[in-house]
């Protein structure tokens, strides 16, 4: 297993785009566009204050009052009113978009429903839904094919970086580790791997920041899979991980069933005489 450092130029580089040792670079803070269509004035005042209150903490929203589908990251649409209705008849590319449908019926699959009173305080949950649920193109599994087995393990705590490695080998991956972003970038400009397993929270670049790097500077659907490795759950925290273009998540303390399960989607898990891992149920980490 090789372990890459940051060199001292490079972190330094990195402290100075966040300013300080820690802080979130500004293109962490980047805003969810909302594109809201129909709802009735008291409705329209309380998603504004939703609005307002998420500047005070990343992701801020931002909330269109017109535009096309194609300039917002999520569409609420209110199914009662008749006009909204007909502009989403309108604009066949909902059918890629997250999508919120108030009153009404998912009209394409992987759409949201939400019913009234719709309970705006709680909208960073139903926007994590809707993000969850989209349709999109998730990256097909490496094994058929593909013989590439490297995993890039991206954290500043070794005592993580040990628990995967031990959990990873074994079913034959070659384990690469990097202790912090700004040395997983470097060692992802130079190497193909087949998933990158990455901390959210760390010195310099955190994660969310990291992962919109590689999928930017790969484009074409040739960025790596990244997951992110996390203790957070809060919707807001999600949302983040979304807009960055992170393809899955893991909760710390990392359950190895469930570390398979996920890995699944990206690469082969079949390695002649190894065992099967058993089937991962959230009830396990309990």
Not at 131 to 143: D, F, M, S
């Amino acid at each position: 297993m090789t372990t890459l450092q940051a060199p001292a130029a490079t972190a330094q580089l990195g402290q100075a785009m966040t300013g300080t040792e820690g802080k979130q670079p500004e293109s962490a803070h980047a805003a969810l566009k909302l594109l809201v269509k129909g709802f009735n004035l008291t409705e329209r005042k309380l998603l504004q204050g939703v609005v307002f209150l998420s500047k005070r903490r990343p992701p801020r929203l931002d909330l269109l009052e017109d535009g096309e589908p194609t300039d917002a990251d999520i569409i609420m649409i209110d199914a009662a009113d008749p006009q909204a209705v007909a502009w989403a008849q309108g604009h066949a590319e909902l059918a890629s978009k997250a999508v919120i449908w108030v009153d009404g019926q998912a009209t394409q699959r992987g759409h949201t429903v939400a019913r009234r009173p719709v309970q705006w305080p709680m909208l960073p949950v139903l926007l994590y839904q809707a993000l969850e649920q989209a349709p999109h193109k998730r990256p097909g599994a490496a094994g058929t094919g593909s013989t590439n087995r490297r995993i890039l393990v991206i954290d500043d705590s070794l005592p993580v970086r040990v628990q995967l490695k031990g959990l990873l080998e074994p079913r034959g991956f070659s384990v690469f580790e990097a202790d912090s972003a700004e040395a997983g970038l470097q060692a992802i400009a130079s190497t193909p791997y087949a998933c990158v397993l990455m901390d959210v929270m760390m010195p310099g670049i955190d994660g969310y920041e990291a992962c919109r790097q590689i999928k930017s500077a790969h484009s074409g659907g040739k960025a790596p899979p990244v997951v992110m490795l996390t203790s957070k759950s809060s919707p807001f925290d999600r949302i983040r991980g979304k807009m960055a273009g992170c393809d899955d998540y893991l909760s710390k303390p990392v359950d190895p069933a469930h570390l398979h399960q996920v890995l699944s989607n990206f690469v082969s898990l079949e390695v002649p005489g190894t065992p099967r891992p058993a089937p991962y149920s959230p009830a396990m980490q309990g």
